[in-house]
């Protein structure tokens, strides 16, 4: 994909998970894209070049995905969001994991 290259996919794959990622390009959510590092400017070009692939592909749900967004919205880093939910057990209601989420997240 031009303006994609190996290095800038591997930035991107360090800040987000490949579900998230896949989420974010089927359901083209542009804001949420751009604000990945690495993608920046170039989240329509993604999503116009790899949203007709990754419709055909299965994505599994991603877990807290609500507290994920609503957390976007309250303003934090994408970057920061994905490095806490990487760790975040499976097992907690959205309850929980929105306040583990404040708690470390104000502290970055």
């Known amino acids: 994909m ?37 993608i920046g400017k170039k989240a329509d070009r993604l999503i116009l070049e790899l949203a007709p692939k990754i419709n055909k592909i299965t994505l599994n749900n991603i877990p807290y995905e609500n507290v994920y967004n609503a957390l976007l919205t309250l303003g934090y880093d994408a970057n920061l969001l994905g490095n806490f939910f990487n760790n975040v057990k499976d097992n907690l209601d959205e309850g929980e994991v929105f306040k583990q989420a404040i708690r470390s997240l104000k502290n970055a």
């Not at 290259?5 to 579900?19: E, F, S, V, W, Y």
């Not at 359901?27 to 590092?37: G, P, V």
């Open 2 to 38: 031009q303006g994609i290259g190996p290095k800038t996919a591997m930035q991107i794959l360090k800040n987000i998970d490949i579900d998230r990622l896949f989420l974010y390009v089927a359901n083209h959510k542009r804001n949420e894209l751009s604000l990945i590092s690495g």
